[in-house]
Nanobody, 138 residues
Framework: QVQLVESGGGSVQAGGSLRLSCTASGSTYNKYYKQYCMAWFRQAPGKEREGVAR????????YSADSVKGRFTISTDNAKRTLYLQMNSLRPEDTAMYYC???????????????????????????WGPGTQITVSS
């Protein structure tokens, strides 16, 4: 069982920065916290939920969508069971509800990491936080 809670959302002017946090808890996560694919998704009104960034907690490789590459950085602090998304140079088109998601992946680290970095669909993730709103004004 995994519980995810996001924080750090808010309103900012274009060009500004925010850092989102997602704290994970639960018996399953605490036992297998190095075997999770953690991801940030976002959903703007009237649009589909899209993947922003992903990271495998047992490795160091990350994936970022082209729309945020060079501006957003995903990272984890396993000791704190926390996922982060540092967002710089924010644009009005980044306005959306941002969600943290988790998926446990079994198997060797290299294969699990590769799978995580290619897991694009929200349907592949079974655990979600309630979301946090980001609003970027021009």
């Amino acid at each position: 069982q995994v519980q995810l809670v996001e924080s750090g959302g808010g309103s900012v002017q274009a060009g500004g920065s925010l850092r989102l946090s997602c704290t994970a808890s639960g018996s399953t996560y605490n036992k297998y916290y190095k075997q999770y694919c953690m991801a940030w998704f976002r959903q703007a009104p009237g649009k589909e939920r899209e993947g922003v960034a992903r990271i495998y907690t047992g490795g160091s490789s990350t994936y970022s969508a082209d729309s945020v590459k060079g501006r957003f950085t995903i990272s984890t602090d396993n000791a704190k069971r926390t996922l982060y998304l540092q967002m710089n140079s924010l644009r009005p088109e980044d306005t959306a509800m941002y969600y943290c998601a988790a998926k446990i992946i079994w198997g060797p680290v290299a294969a699990a990491s590769t799978y995580c970095l290619t897991a694009r669909s929200p349907a592949e993730f079974g655990d979600w936080g309630p979301g946090t709103q980001i609003t970027v004004s021009s």
